[in-house]
C-alpha cells in the first residue's frame, strides 16, 4: 500500500504524454478519479494506468492487424498460419491477460473495503440531499448535513442508507462509489490522505434533481477535524432573531439545534453559516445566494420538497436570513 | 402436364404458377402482405425509424450539456429524454432491427421461399409497430417515462413520482417483447425446419447459426424481465408490495431480473452484427471463412457466458466479495470467445485477397470501435476500478464504443452490402465513403472524450453540471462530435432514400452463398426452385448452380396447386421431410395485433373493462386466424417435390414446424414461470422467515385438489392422443371436453387455495408472490382449456382427424409444460413453507 498520491499523480501526468491524442485535457479538478487524494482512489488510478497502457496495445495489435489483412497485404497467409493466429491470438493471449490482469485487479479488493473504523459517519440520502451524522466515542451522535469533513490520514467508516429511493455516493477524489438502498445498510471506508477541498456527487438516478446533488468534502488536518468536530457537537448560538424563522414554518422541517426548531423533515442547519455550500452542493454558501435559495427554490432546484419564500414580505426574508447568517 | 411441354414452356408456365402463388398485393391490401420480403423491409424501416427519431433525443440531451448551467430543457424533460433514448435504441432498434433483418434475409440465405409462420412474421411487426408508436411518441405528450430505462424501483415504482409514463413503459415494452419472443420462435424454427435439403447443420451459413444462438438467448433472456414486469407492474397498478421494503419486498430483485435480461441483452444485440460481419469478411476476402468451427463455437460460448454476468451491472450495490470476485472473473471471461471471433475475421482477411469495398470501409471502423470499447470493457469488469467509473460518463463512453462500434456499424456495413439484394440497386461509393468518415470521426469526437469527462467525476443522467468542475470543454467537444455524427447518418439516408440509383448485376460482390442467386428482387418468390446443397458456399463451390435453380431443375419449382410451398427438412442432416404449405397474405394478424396493443394501451390508463373486452376480442381474433389458416387438411396426402421425389403435405408431432414453435415457445414460457419462482426464493433468502412468522398459509387441501384435478387434465390428454389416433372420434370428444373442465377447475382450485387462506396480496410480499404464482398457473390451466376446446371443435368439424392430428400433438405437448407448472406451483406454495 506504497502508493501515495503525489506518485500517482507524477504518473497521470506520465499517462498524459502517452496519451496525448486521446486526453484532451488534465486529470485535475476537485471531482477527479484520476487526481486522487485517498489510498483507494490512488490505487485505483494506478490500476486505471496500467490497464490504459495495455488496453491500448492490444488495441493497436488487433487494429493494425485487421487493416494490414485488409488493406496492404499482398500474400495471403496460409491456412494454417490462419488458424494458429486464431488459436494462440484469439483464445491463448486474451485467457493469459485476462486471468493476470483479474489477480492483480482483485487483489485490491480486500485492501479497498477492509475494515478499521476508527471514525464512523452515518449518511442518509434523501431525495435530493444527504442526512450526515458523526457517531463519536461513547455513541455521541452529531447531525448535520450536506458537507463532509473527513481527518487526513485516519480510516473513515462509511455507513449508507437511504430512506426514499436508491442513491448512490461517490467521491472520486477519495475512492469508489457505493449505493444506498432503502433497507439496506452498506459500508465504505475511505482513507483520505492530501487534505483539500473535494466534491461528492450521487451517482445514481434518484428523480428531478439527481444532478442537483451534490456535497462539499473538506479533508482537514488530524487536529483541525477535531477541534471542527467538537464545534459541530455544540448547540447553535443564534445571534439574530428567531421569531421570523420560527413564524414561518421553517423550525418545522429544520432543527436548529438548542432553539425551539427541531424539525426533522429537512437538513439540520444547527451550523448552516459555517458550511461551504448551499442546497446539497448547489452554490456557494453566500448571503446572496442564501436569500435567492429561499426565496426562490423550486426553481433552483426542481423536484425539492421545500417550497420557495419569496412571497414573503422584504422585512421579514430579510429577518430569517439575518438568523441563518447567524448560525455559524 | 403433356407430353409434349418443351423446357421453355415448362420454365414458363412454372414461373406463371409462382408468380400467381406469390403475388404482391396492390393498394390498400397491400398491408396484408405477410410474406418476408415485405414484412422483413416494413420491419427494417420502422425500427430504423425508432433509431433515428432516438437519435434525435441523444442531440437535443448533447445541445442541452454543450455548455455548463444550461437551461435549454428543463430537468424533467430531460429525463425522460434520456430515459426514452435508452429504452428506444434498445427496445425498438437493437433488437428489432436484428429480427427485422434476419427476416430480411434469412429464408433467402437457406433458399425457403418464406420462413415458415409467416403470418407470425407480420403479426410481430404490428405489435412492434404499434407498441414503438406508443412509447415513442409519449414524450410527443410530455408523458415519456422518465426513470431511466432500468427503471430501478422504489423511484419508478412511486406512483407520484412518476406518472403514467412508467405504465407506458412497462406495458408497452411488454408487449413488444412478446412480439420480440415471437419472431425468436420464429426464426429458430426457420434455422432448424427450413434449410435446403443436403444443407446438414454444419453447413449452414454463420449467419444462421447466429440466428439460431440468438433466438435461442432471447427465448432466456427476456422472460426474466417479462415477470419482472409482471411483479412491476401489479405493484403500481395494484399495490402488490414486490419492491417495497416496508412490506417485506426488496428493489434489488428488480435489478437482478434487469440485468439477468439486460446483459444477455447487450449480446443479444451484438452477436447478429457479428453475424453480418460473418457474411460480408468472407466475401470480400473471397475466400471461406477461416475457422468456421471456432466461431460457431465461440458465438455458443459468448451466449452462454453473457447469462453468468449480469451482476457486474451492480457491483455497487454492496455484494459480498465472493460475488464480485465470481462476476468479475466470468465478465473478463466473455472476452476470450469474442477475442477467438475477431481474430477468426483478421485470419480470413490475412489469408485472403481483399477486395476494400464500402461494407468492408465500415468493417473495419466497426472494428476499431469495438476493439476499444471491449478494452474498456475489460476494464469495468474489474469491480474495484468498476467502483469509480459505474454510472459516469465512462460507463456511457464504454457502452456506446461496444454498442456502436459491436452493433451500429457493422449493420451499417450490412446495409452496404445487402442493399442490392433487397432493392436490386446499389448504393453510392461516394456517399458512402463521406458518410463513414462523418459517422466514424464524429462519433469518436463525441465519445472518446467522455472517458476523461467520467473520471473527473461526471455522473450519468444528469441534465446540468456547474462550471468548474472541468467538464466545460470535454462536454462541448462531445456535443460537436454528436452532431458530425448525426451528419453521417444524414448522408446515408439520403444515400438509401434517393431515386436514380444505378441498376445492382445479379450477385454483385461475387458472393458465395445463396441469397446471392436472387435475381430481379421484384420476383416475389424467393427463389425460382430450391437447390440441393452440398456446400458452405454453393456460388462458389456447386457448378453451374444459378443456372439450375433459374430453370427449375431443383425441388418445388412450381405451383400447380397455386399454394404457397417450402421445403421442410430434418433438423440435422436436412433430408427433406415435408412440402409445407405457408399461409398467404391476410389481415388478420394485423386486427388481432391492433386488438392485443389494445388491450395494453388501455389497462395503461385503467380501462380496465375496455382492455378486458379489447384482449378477449383479440383471442378470438387469433383463434379466427388460426381455425382459418393453419392445420388445413390437404386435398392429397403428397406432393410431387420435384428431382423425382414426393412428400407428404401433412405433418404432425416433432416431424412438424408448429410442434417445434409450440415447444420453443413453452420453453420461454418456462424461463418467465422460473424467474417467478426465483423472485419467491429470492424473499426467501433476505429474509430470516419467509413465509414470514404468523402468516396465512395456502389452504392445502383446495391445493392438492388443484393439482388432481390439473394432473387428470393432463392424463385425459394423453388419452385423447392415443383414442384419435386409433380413430376413435366419440372418445376422444369426451376425453377433451372432460379435460378442459377439469383444467378449468383446476385452476379455479388452485386460486381458492389462497383465497379461503384469507392471503391479501396487499398485505406482505409473501401474499402477493403466493398469489402472483397462483394466477400465472390458472392461467395457464385456462389457456389449456382454450386449447382443449379448439381442438375438440376440431374434431367436431372433421378437422382433426386420426390422421391429421397436429393441433391435438401440439396441444399435448402444451399440457406437459402446463402440468409441470402446476406441480412446481404446488410445490413452492404448499411444500417450501413446511421446510423453511
Not at chain 1, 432546484?301 to 436570513?321: C, H, N, T, Y
Not at chain 2, 417450402?566 to 388481432?592: C, H, W, Y
Not at chain 2, 414460457?669 to 413465509?691: C, E, K, M, N, R
Amino acid at each position: 500500500m506504497g502508493a501515495t498520491p503525489d506518485r500517482r499523480r507524477r504518473e497521470c501526468s506520465a499517462g498524459l504524454v502517452l496519451g496525448a491524442g486521446f486526453l484532451v485535457s488534465a486529470c485535475g479538478g476537485p471531482q477527479s478519479a484520476l487526481d486522487p487524494a485517498g489510498e483507494e482512489a490512488a490505487e485505483i488510478a494506478h490500476l486505471f494506468w496500467v490497464m490504459l497502457a495495455g488496453a491500448g496495445l492490444v488495441w493497436a495489435l488487433v487494429v493494425g492487424a485487421a487493416v494490414f489483412g485488409g488493406r496492404f497485404q499482398r500474400q495471403p497467409i496460409s491456412d494454417r498460419a490462419g488458424l494458429r493466429l486464431i488459436l494462440w491470438s484469439g483464445a491463448f493471449a486474451p485467457t493469459l491477460i485476462l486471468a493476470g490482469l483479474l489477480i492483480y485487479g482483485l487483489r485490491l479488493m480486500p485492501v479497498l473495503r477492509a475494515a478499521e473504523p476508527a471514525l464512523r459517519i452515518e449518511i442518509s440520502a434523501e431525495q435530493y440531499w444527504w442526512r450526515i451524522t458523526y457517531v463519536g466515542a461513547g455513541d455521541v451522535r452529531i447531525e448535520t448535513a450536506n458537507e463532509l469533513r473527513l481527518p487526513a490520514g485516519r480510516a473513515a467508516e462509511l455507513t449508507l442508507d437511504s430512506v426514499d429511493v436508491i442513491h448512490s455516493l461517490w467521491i472520486p477524489s477519495l475512492g469508489g462509489k457505493m449505493d444506498m438502498i432503502p433497507g439496506r445498510t452498506n459500508r465504505l471506508v475511505l482513507r483520505p490522505q492530501r487534505p483539500g477541498t473535494y466534491r461528492g456527487v450521487c451517482a445514481e438516478f434518484c428523480g428531478t434533481a439527481h444532478a442537483l446533488m451534490a456535497f462539499p468534502v473538506e479533508v482537514m488536518p488530524p487536529a483541525d477535524f477535531d477541534a471542527w468536530l467538537v464545534r459541530q457537537a455544540a448547540p447553535a448560538t443564534p445571534g439574530g432573531d428567531e421569531a421570523a424563522f420560527l413564524a414561518n414554518g421553517c423550525g418545522g422541517c429544520h432543527t436548529v439545534r438548542g432553539t425551539a426548531a427541531t424539525g426533522t423533515i429537512g437538513p439540520d442547519l444547527t451550523h448552516l453559516a459555517g458550511r461551504s455550500s448551499l442546497g446539497a452542493g448547489l452554490m456557494p454558501n453566500t448571503p446572496g445566494n442564501r436569500r435567492r435559495f429561499v426565496a426562490d427554490v423550486e426553481r433552483l432546484k426542481p423536484g425539492v420538497r421545500m417550497p420557495s419564500f419569496g412571497m414573503l414580505a422584504p422585512a421579514e426574508l430579510d429577518a430569517i436570513l439575518a438568523y441563518m447568517e447567524s448560525l455559524r | 402436364m403433356t407430353g409434349s411441354e418443351t423446357d421453355e414452356d415448362r420454365k414458363r408456365r412454372e414461373e406463371r404458377e409462382l408468380r400467381a402463388a406469390w403475388e404482391v398485393p396492390t393498394g390498400w391490401r397491400y398491408f396484408s402482405n405477410v410474406n418476408n420480403q415485405i414484412v422483413g423491409v416494413w420491419y427494417t424501416a420502422a425500427s430504423f425509424f425508432f433509431f433515428l427519431f432516438a437519435g434525435v433525443l441523444a442531440l437535443i440531451m448533447r445541445a442541452q450539456l454543450a455548455v455548463p448551467d444550461n437551461d435549454l430543457v428543463p430537468a424533467g424533460t430531460y429525463n425522460q429524454l434520456y430515459t426514452l433514448h435508452g429504452t428506444m435504441m434498445m427496445f425498438l432498434f437493437a433488437v428489432p432491427i436484428f429480427e427485422a433483418v434476419a427476416i430480411l434475409i434469412l429464408p433467402q440465405m437457406l433458399a425457403a421461399r418464406d420462413l415458415p409462420f409467416p403470418r407470425l412474421s407480420a403479426f410481430g411487426f404490428w405489435c412492434f409497430l404499434i407498441g414503438g408508436v406508443f412509447v415513442g411518441g409519449s414524450i410527443l405528450f410530455d408523458a415519456a417515462p422518465d426513470s431511466g430505462w432500468f427503471m430501478y424501483p422504489p423511484l419508478a415504482t412511486d406512483t407520484k413520482q412518476t406518472g403514467i409514463g412508467a405504465d407506458i413503459w412497462l406495458l408497452g415494452l411488454s408487449f413488444i417483447e412478446i412480439a420480440s419472443i415471437a419472431a425468436a420462435v420464429e426464426l429458430i424454427v426457420g434455422v432448424l425446419k427450413c434449410r435446403p435439403p443436403g444443407m446438414r447443420i454444419n453447413l449452414m451459413p454463420l449467419y444462421c447459426w447466429y440466428v439460431l444462438i440468438v433466438g435461442g438467448m432471447i427465448l432466456f433472456a427476456f422472460p426474466p424481465l417479462i415477470a419482472g414486469d409482471i411483479l412491476f407492474e401489479m405493484q403500481r397498478l395494484f399495490d402488490w408490495p414486490f419492491f417495497d421494503v416496508a412490506r417485506g419486498g426488496d428493489p434489488v430483485l428488480w435489478q437482478h431480473l434487469f440485468w439477468i435480461f439486460g446483459h444477455p441483452e447487450v449480446y443479444i444485440i451484438f452477436l447478429p452484427s457479428i453475424a453480418l460481419l460473418a457474411m460480408i469478411v468472407p466475401t470480400f476476402a473471397q475466400r471461406p471463412i477461416l475457422g468456421y468451427g471456432w466461431i460457431v463455437l465461440a458465438a455458443v460460448g459468448t451466449g452462454f457466458l453473457s447469462f453468468g454476468l449480469w451482476a457486474h451491472h451492480m457491483f455497487t450495490i454492496g455484494l459480498p466479495a465472493l460475488s464480485i470476485g465470481f462476476f468479475s472473473a466470468a465478465s473478463e471471461a466473455v472476452a476470450i470467445p469474442t477475442g477467438v471471433q475477431i481474430f477468426v475475421f483478421v485470419a480470413t482477411l490475412l489469408a485472403g485477397r481483399v477486395i476494400f469495398a464500402i461494407p468492408m470501409l465500415y468493417a473495419t471502423g466497426a472494428l476499431a470501435i469495438f476493439t476499444f470499447g471491449g478494452l474498456t470493457g475489460v476494464m469495468v469488469a474489474l469491480a474495484p476500478f468498476d467502483w469509480q467509473a459505474h454510472d459516469s460518463y465512462f460507463v456511457v463512453a464504454h457502452l456506446h464504443y461496444t454498442l456502436i462500434g459491436g452493433m451500429f456499424f457493422p449493420l451499417i456495413a450490412g446495409v452496404y452490402y445487402f442493399h442490392p439484394f433487397i432493392t436490386g440497386r446499389m448504393l453510392s461509393e461516394r456517399l458512402g465513403r463521406w458518410s463513414f468518415w462523418l459517422m466514424f470521426c464524429g462519433f469518436n469526437i463525441a465519445f472518446l472524450p467522455m472517458h476523461i469527462t467520467g473520471l473527473r467525476g461526471m455522473p450519468r443522467r444528469v441534465y446540468t453540471y456547474q462550471e468548474g468542475l472541468g467538464w466545460e470543454g470535454l462536454n462541448l467537444v462531445s456535443t460537436l462530435g454528436a452532431f458530425v455524427m448525426a451528419a453521417g447518418i444524414l448522408v446515408l439516408v439520403v444515400d438509401v432514400l434517393r431515386p436514380g440509383k444505378p441498376r445492382a448485376p445479379r450477385n454483385p460482390w461475387n458472393a458465395g452463398t445463396l441469397e446471392w442467386v436472387a435475381g430481379d428482387p421484384s420476383e416475389p418468390w424467393g427463389i425460382r426452385s430450391v437447390p440441393l446443397v452440398s456446400s458452405r458456399y454453393p456460388l462458389w463451390d456447386q457448378k453451374n448452380l444459378i443456372d439450375d435453380i433459374d430453370t427449375g431443375r431443383f425441388f418445388l419449382p412450381g405451383a400447380p396447386e397455386g399454394q404457397r410451398e417450402t421445403m421442410v427438412t430434418d433438423v440435422l442432416d436436412a433430408t427433406p421431410e415435408q412440402v409445407l404449405r405457408v399461409p398467404g397474405n391476410s389481415f388478420k394478424p394485423m386486427i388481432a395485433a391492433l386488438l392485443i396493443g389494445g388491450s395494453f394501451i388501455a389497462t395503461t390508463f385503467h380501462g380496465w373493462w375496455l382492455g378486458l373486452a379489447s384482449g378477449v376480442a383479440g383471442v378470438v381474433a387469433i383463434l379466427v386466424w388460426l381455425w382459418t389458416g393453419t392445420a388445413r387438411i390437404p386435398e392429397k396426402p403428397t406432393t410431387d417435390a420435384g428431382m423425382g421425389i414426393a412428400l407428404p403435405l401433412y405433418a404432425s408431432g416433432p416431424t412438424s414446424v408448429g410442434w417445434w414453435a409450440m415447444f420453443i415457445t413453452m420453453v420461454g414460457d418456462g424461463t418467465a414461470f422460473l424467474s417467478l419462482i426465483f423472485a419467491y426464493f429470492y424473499y426467501w433468502t433476505v429474509h430470516a422467515a419467509f413465509p414470514p412468522e404468523g402468516s396465512a398459509l395456502p389452504d392445502l387441501a383446495l391445493g392438492m385438489a388443484a393439482g388432481i384435478a390439473t394432473l387428470a387434465a393432463w392424463a385425459l390428454m394423453l388419452a385423447a392422443r392415443r383414442l384419435n389416433a386409433t380413430g376413435r372420434a366419440t372418445a376422444t370428444r369426451l376425453a377433451l371436453a372432460l379435460a378442459a373442465l377439469l383444467a378449468l377447475a383446476g385452476g379455479g382450485l388452485l386460486l381458492a387455495a389462497p383465497w379461503n387462506a384469507g392471503l391479501s396480496p396487499t398485505r406482505h410480499v409473501y401474499d402477493a408472490m403466493v398469489w402472483v404464482l397462483a394466477i400465472w398457473t390458472a392461467l395457464h390451466n385456462t389457456a389449456g382449456a382454450l386449447m382443449q376446446g379448439y381442438c375438440l371443435a376440431g374434431s367436431l368439424a372433421g378437422r382433426l382427424t386420426a390422421t391429421h392430428d397436429i393441433d391435438l400433438r401440439n396441444v399435448v405437448l402444451y399440457w406437459h409444460f402446463a402440468a409441470l407448472t402446476m406441480a412446481a406451483t404446488l410445490a413452492v406454495l404448499l411444500l417450501a413453507p413446511l421446510t423453511m
